[in-house]
């Protein structure tokens, strides 16, 4: 495998480009590549300074001291945080699956010239990218009718279907299997379920790695669901965790005139922008580990691409 | 059945598998489209919302019968404002600009990225260029505001050491244009490069292999090769973004300028400025008239986009 | 594509007409959940707590409590949304500043109106209730709802008054020199400030303000709208004898004299340039409050903060009035509770509401937990454990605190300093609220007017000779006048009804 493979990756580069083009594609993408994880850098940076040098001198690269404080207050949402690690996690892994699986389904037939309801499922799914009920009517449908409110499900469903992801699926298909392959399946034999799983999937998996990374993405970073449809803690998400402290900040800073006695204490133990900043820290560590895994499947999407030619 | 022509027989197999085949493909569409119709399609009632008075019932049902009808008047504030043409061409502008600037750019990276001999280096350009997607608005603005900040920023800094007159950067809408388009490009390129980066490496190498021993130069081969096994994927992702023309991502509007009045000029767009409007009184006919009218002007131009590509090239359109 | 939407239509209709079940009377054997939508509250563990709650009121009004904890950011979102959509919740907070605005939801229709004469629910399930409240809370919570002008929610009792006051650094003024007594005129501060930034340095910003506040106070001018565009004016020193007119907050000649001192102010470097903009000047004041890097701050008071404040700053902090404290419609109505009127049980929410607010027991049990769990009493008074921070409600938010017992910590006199401080005078626009509804499109784009010049020019940080004309020529552009034609005509309406 590894012999065929790295035979047929220098196949594909018989033409290489110079090193002078390289070295300028070295030098574009490095430096954009560092504008885009400095601040990350910062962001570590401000978590681990120390709040009175923040209140001196702004935020810095350089802080005048450091501190643990941020995270020891991390540590001290104790249970709740581990909590929303592992709800992050499981509507993230759950979610994931099935949408890859709903979206792998529909674009299918979406992809197939020769199914007949193709122009309609299209349109149904796209439809929905240009008009929507507005929000409060899809909270009251999802809430009161469907259910979705305090459960795991409020955090999976409202998320399982992306017309976008549809699309782009759609175009995978196409731009990557030929049609003669699908109709000398059925020529086989091979049930339209056989055919898709055992010969088209395995053909589309850079596609496929690519709508899971983008759907994990999203199931990671959704913090507005929650807010809808969630009040107990025990489902809260981390995403939703951080943006609760960020809205309750804000509403206290805008507000603490009107609260009463209680504002002077609330406002000043109100958490600060280092705990802020490493709650970022452990919503963006766990995600970026799992890129690169990711990633692997994208190229061996190349290789399998390659094996086949 | 069995005293039928012998010639109809295949072809009533023949309409039996196709039935069968129908229904096999409709069911794996089911799925999704039984999601679309309860959480897309059922919600559209509240479309009606647009066109009725803002009197809060106990059920969707009784709002929907028992409100009074008021015509197009949920709409108004949205051209009666002396801001109106503002907002639109601000909306507009920086969707234009961006979709072919992030087009450009992140086309340009996959294909870079595709090209780079090193694997290592590009798989590791690849993850961090994927960082941004991750930071919330809300935090980016943090990062934007550490270097602009009026008296601690680092940029602030840096002029008055060099013995300039700081930059009031939140008062001065000015080079908001550019600090925006930047943010943008900075958050999304990666995002949409790994779109194009997966349909490269859908490319079957032997296409490569055949066009080097033709003689091709890389360039050639980028043009020929990459570039039409690409087309499909920048037209539908162009057709799916001129369909958010009259919506901007709001978090970039609003957290990035810090909400700051004197950027209005530069920052204000449909979506921050019904945002604004409706924050505090929460009238859910103009918030849903709003939306629907963005909806309409994106209905509109994507239809005509749509038809276009369809003249230069059935296969290429979205339906 | 047709018959799927008629098939859909016909689905979602079905579902909703069986959703909409029509109200029975209540049956007072039949036992019921009350569902109760709070806002600012932090509680993680409510367990112990309700499990006592309900044991009281299957007793007392054979109902079962449920409280959804929302907690300080959940006020502009969730609790919008559950009324919007008619959620299955029975009782709600509301109060007259934030986006779960109590007037404006009684016009559309969110709140049961409590003294309906069809059915008068007041006087069946909570006769004494007002009679243990103060009667400008009666007068705060009438308003003309979608049932009619009367009582559509239940006045919290706590500070009813509202009083502005300058917030000194009195360690710091001491040492420049002066006395508390010398800040008292906003536009005769330049000699102070100029002192404390001498002495201070260039990153001393002594002036350390809420800008919209500031206005204000320097102005007298209260509010009438939730958005700000609209003011009256009253007289600082006897305001029960101001004269009853509202004015555009700014076109007055106080607001252009206002914001040329505050210019002046900022040019000077008395002003963090941060204070322009709402996102960065609350971090900032707060730190410069925490590290004592001010001298003269904006405060709205409330009895208690003096003690509560210098604990927390570690200095002397010294609370000096601008003005007389008043009673306005926004004071009175700083925390309410609503009836939805989607609940399903509407009599017993009243009942329970009543209970709430004229029972201590129940209501300590809400606010500060149950003895021994979440607090131990020491000499009558309330010390409280390791507990409670799993439970921690919005104490002012809940009711009629009157009713609670002193904790360790609170001033020994807490309760005659808060009697004194509300008993302050009413302002003639009490209890008026402007109904922006007939000029709903004009307020949408004079609110972005209001966003896009009055944080600046409050502060100073843009030149109001060239920014104020701009900002008033598109107010003009907005339709201010109808607004303001609209807001007075509404209030000679009230007076009028009011004279009666």
Avoid at chain 2, 280 to 291: C, D, F, P, Q, R
């Amino acid at each position: 495998m590894s012999v065929a493979k790295s035979a047929s990756r220098r196949a594909s580069r018989l033409t290489t480009v110079g090193p002078g083009a390289e070295a300028v594609f070295h030098l574009i993408l490095g430096l954009f590549s560092l504008a885009c994880v400095v601040p990350f850098i910062f962001v570590i940076i401000i978590s681990f300074s120390s709040e009175p040098a923040i209140r001196a001198n702004g935020f810095s690269f350089l802080p005048a001291a450091w501190s643990l404080d941020a995270y020891r207050f991390v540590m001290r949402l104790g249970d709740q945080l581990w909590r929303s690690y592992f709800n992050s996690f499981f509507i993230t892994v759950v979610g994931t699956a099935l949408s890859v699986l709903i979206c792998v389904l529909y674009a299918y037939p979406l992809f197939r010239r020769d199914y007949k309801y193709r122009g309609f499922f299209t349109f149904f799914s796209f439809f929905t990218t240009l008009f929507g009920g507005g929000l409060v009517p899809t909270y009251m449908v999802s809430k009161f009718m469907l259910g979705l409110s305090d459960n795991y499900a409020a955090l999976i469903v409202p998320l399982l279907v992306s017309p976008f992801y549809i699309i782009v699926m759609r175009t995978f298909y196409s731009s990557t299997v030929p049609e003669a392959l699908i109709e000398s399946a059925s020529i086989d034999g091979s049930g339209e379920y056989r055919t898709l799983f055992q010969i088209i999937l395995p053909i589309c998996l850079p596609g496929i790695a690519t709508i899971a990374l983008l759907n994990a993405l999203a199931y990671w970073n959704e913090w507005f669901i929650a807010m809808l449809y969630i009040t107990k803690p025990q489902y809260i998400p981390l995403q939703y965790l951080l943006m609760r402290m960020q809205n309750q900040a804000d509403f206290l800073a805008r507000n603490s005139s009107m609260i009463g006695a209680e504002a002077v204490n609330l406002v000043a133990n109100q958490p600060t922008e280092t705990l802020r900043m490493a709650l970022v820290v452990f919503i963006v560590l766990p995600i970026a580990c799992a890129y690169p895994f990711f990633q692997r499947f994208i190229i061996s999407g190349l290789t399998i691409g390659s094996v086949k030619g | 059945m069995t005293r039928a022509p012998a010639a109809t027989r295949p072809i009533l197999a023949h309409n039996l598998a196709r039935r069968k085949k129908t229904l096999l493909l409709t069911s794996m569409a089911l799925p999704g489209a039984l999601w679309l119709l309860l959480l897309r399609y059922l919600p559209m009632f509240g479309l009606v919302f647009a066109f009725q008075t803002d009197r809060i019932r106990p059920t969707l049902w009784d709002r929907v019968i028992k409100n009074a009808w008021t015509g197009f008047k949920n709409f108004e504030f949205l051209f009666t404002t002396s801001d109106s043409w503002r907002m639109v061409r601000n909306t507009i502008a920086y969707n234009a600009v961006w979709i072919v600037l992030g087009l450009v750019v992140s086309v340009a990276f996959a294909i870079i990225l595709n090209e780079i001999p090193r694997k290592f280096l590009g798989k590791t350009y690849q993850t961090l260029m994927f960082f941004p997607y991750f930071i919330s608005w809300v935090v980016v603005s943090y990062f934007v505001f550490a270097f602009l900040s009026p008296d601690k920023g680092l940029l602030t800094f840096w002029q008055r050491s060099l013995g300039q007159t700081p930059v009031d950067w939140y008062n001065t809408p000015g080079p908001w244009p550019y600090v925006l388009t930047l943010a943008y490009l900075w958050k999304n390129v990666g995002y949409s490069c790994i779109l194009y980066l997966a349909a490269i490496t859908g490319i079957d190498a032997s296409q490569y292999e055949a066009a080097g021993i033709d003689g091709a130069t890389k360039w050639q081969q980028v043009r020929f090769v990459t570039l039409p096994h690409l087309r499909n994927m920048i037209i539908i992702l162009l057709i799916m973004s001129v369909g958010k023309i009259f919506n901007s991502d709001f978090g970039l509007f609003y957290n990035v300028p810090r909400d700051s009045g004197p950027l209005f000029s530069a920052t204000q767009v449909v979506d921050t400025f019904v945002y604004r409007a409706l924050a505090k009184t929460g009238n859910v006919g103009m918030s849903t008239a709003a939306g629907l009218f963005q909806n309409v002007v994106n209905f509109v131009v994507i239809m005509l986009v749509n038809t276009l590509f369809r003249k230069i090239d059935p296969e290429t359109a979205l339906f | 594509m047709k018959r799927i939407l008629a098939f859909a239509l016909t689905l979602a209709l079905l579902t909703l007409s069986l959703a909409g079940v029509a109200l029975a009377a209540d049956d007072p054997s039949e036992e019921v959940t009350i569902r109760w939508m709070l806002d600012g509250s932090n509680v993680t563990d409510d367990s112990a707590v309700l499990e006592a709650v309900n044991a009281y009121l299957k007793e007392k009004i054979n109902a079962k409590l449920e409280v959804i904890w929302g907690t300080w950011g959940d006020f502009d979102n969730n609790s919008v949304l559950n009324i919007n959509s008619g959620a299955d919740i029975d009782i709600y907070f509301t109060c007259s500043w934030s986006a779960n605005e109590y007037s404006a939801y009684a016009k559309k229709g969110a709140w049961v109106r409590l003294d309906d004469p069809a059915n008068n629910l007041l006087e069946k399930y909570a006769p004494n209730l007002f009679t243990v409240l103060p009667p400008v809370l009666a007068e705060g919570a009438k308003v003309e709802g979608a049932d009619g002008v009367g009582v559509y929610g239940l006045p919290g009792y706590k500070e009813v008054a509202q009083q502005y006051t300058w917030d000194i650094n009195t360690p710091l003024l001491t040492e420049l020199g002066y006395s508390v007594d010398d800040v008292s005129d906003f536009y005769a501060f330049g000699d102070i400030l100029a002192k404390a930034k001498e002495a201070k340095g260039a990153d001393f910003y002594p002036l350390n303000i809420e800008g919209a506040v500031l206005e204000r106070m320097v102005n007298h001018s209260d509010i009438v709208d939730t958005n700000l565009l609209l003011s009256f004016e009253f007289d600082p020193v006897n305001p029960a004898q101001s004269e009853a007119v509202i004015k555009s907050r700014y076109e007055t000649d106080g607001y252009k004299k206002f914001v040329e001192k505050v210019r002046e102010y900022y040019q000077a470097g008395y002003i963090n340039p941060d204070m322009a903009n709402h996102e960065s000047s609350g971090p900032a004041r707060t730190n410069a409050q925490l590290s004592g890097a001010y001298l003269i701050g904006t405060q709205t008071y409330a009895p208690g903060y003096d003690r509560q404040a210098s604990q927390e700053r570690g200095f002397e902090v010294t609370f000096k009035p601008a003005q007389a404290g008043i009673i306005s419609t926004t004071s009175a109505r700083g925390a309410m509770m609503a009836i939805s009127s989607a609940s399903k049980h509407p009599e017993r929410a009243l009942q329970f509401l009543a209970l709430l607010n004229t029972d201590p027991y129940l209501f300590t049990l809400l606010a500060y937990g149950v003895e021994g769990v979440h607090y131990n009493l020491q000499d009558g008074k309330v010390a409280f454990t390791d507990k409670r921070q799993d439970y921690l409600p919005w104490r002012n938010g809940l009711g009629n605190i009157t009713q609670l017992p002193l904790t360790v910590d609170d001033d020994p006199d807490i309760w005659e300093k808060f009697a004194k401080f509300n008993d302050a005078q009413g302002v003639p626009l009490l209890g008026f609220a402007f109904d922006a509804t007939p000029v709903e499109t004009e307020m949408t784009a004079l609110i972005n007017a209001a966003n896009e010049y009055a944080d600046p020019l409050n502060a100073g940080v843009v030149d109001p000779a060239e920014k104020l004309p701009e900002f008033i020529a598109k107010l003009k552009a907005n339709g201010i006048d109808k607004v303001l034609e609209e807001a007075n005509t509404q209030l000679q309406a009230f007076l009028a009804a009011k004279g009666n």
